[in-house]
């Protein structure tokens, strides 16, 4: 394990509670060396979806055995198993309700195995309700995982995690890649699922084919950055997590043009 190890922390708790300093207190009480790192906690709540995608966008940036945190729950206290995700690289601790299943999707090909999070005795003891396991269960399994101890400490492996069904862009034809709207981020931008790989197949993105890009019956300017569209046009780019974004430029997109999760984008190229 690293020196100091990574922890770091995706939910829906938002800012106004006190649910994510808890958390952090926990951890580091057990391991008062892990260095803590908030990835966002402004996820819309209960939605898993768009955790899944943060979370899928943003692993890869930490060091070699970083633990993640994901705590986006509705079903916190039912019968979803708390699990640890154990890839070649890094750890994802959180419910199993598929947030994970980007993690699940990329490690496929490589070292990964889901454990059931049944050693009670790394918990915090329950002295109240069953509302609030990232306090009581992610926290505590994560920082006994920084000090180095074994994983397999932790439970039993499991083969029937669940994974829910992510919405991909699907290439109809040799010029066609259809998409939607998967998310929104803070400055009001439409993140799309169609991504830079997928582009590819269509042609070389610095090539001079020039892409249709179709939101809405609109077509959209493609351009390499905010700052190359000067009016309040909606306008898509590739942004700094490889996927096509629709912006406006220095204004919120998603408001202006009333763009919701789903929304179909076709990308194809000139005749």
């Not at 992510?166 to 890649?177: F, M």
Request: proline content about 5%; charged content about 20%.
């Amino acid at each position: 394990m690293l020196e100091r190890p990574f922890i770091t922390l995706t939910t829906d708790y938002g800012l106004k509670d006190s649910f994510n300093g808890i958390m952090k207190g926990v951890i580091l009480g057990i391991n008062s060396n892990a260095k803590i790192i908030d990835i966002t906690h402004n996820i819309e709540r209960h939605n898993i979806y768009e955790a899944s995608q943060i979370i899928g966008m943003s692993y890869k940036y930490f060091p070699p055995a970083t633990i993640h945190i994901a705590v986006v729950d509705p079903g916190v206290g039912g019968e979803r198993r708390p699990i640890l995700v154990i890839t070649e690289d890094h750890y994802f601790i959180g419910p199993d309700n598929g947030i994970f299943t980007p993690i699940y999707e990329k490690e496929f090909n490589h070292f990964f195995k889901v454990l059931h999070l049944t050693s009670s005795h790394y918990f915090l003891p329950v002295i109240t309700g069953a509302t609030f396991h990232g306090r009581d269960i992610f926290a505590p399994v994560a920082a006994w995982l920084s000090k180095g101890l074994d994983s397999n400490k932790f439970g039993e492996q499991i083969h029937d995690y669940l994974k829910i069904p992510l919405a991909k862009p699907v290439l109809s034809n040799e010029n066609t890649i259809i998409g939607e709207v998967a998310s929104f981020d803070h400055f009001g931008n439409a993140i799309t699922n169609i991504t830079i790989e997928i582009l590819s197949q269509l042609a070389p993105i610095d090539s001079k084919n020039k892409f249709k890009i179709m939101f809405l019956d609109r077509r959209l300017p493609f351009v390499s950055c905010y700052a190359a569209v000067k009016d309040q046009a909606l306008s898509a780019a590739i942004n700094g997590f490889g996927h096509l974004e629709l912006f406006v430029n220095q204004n919120n997109a998603v408001q202006m043009f009333n763009i919701k999760i789903g929304d179909p984008i076709s990308v194809m190229l000139e005749n």
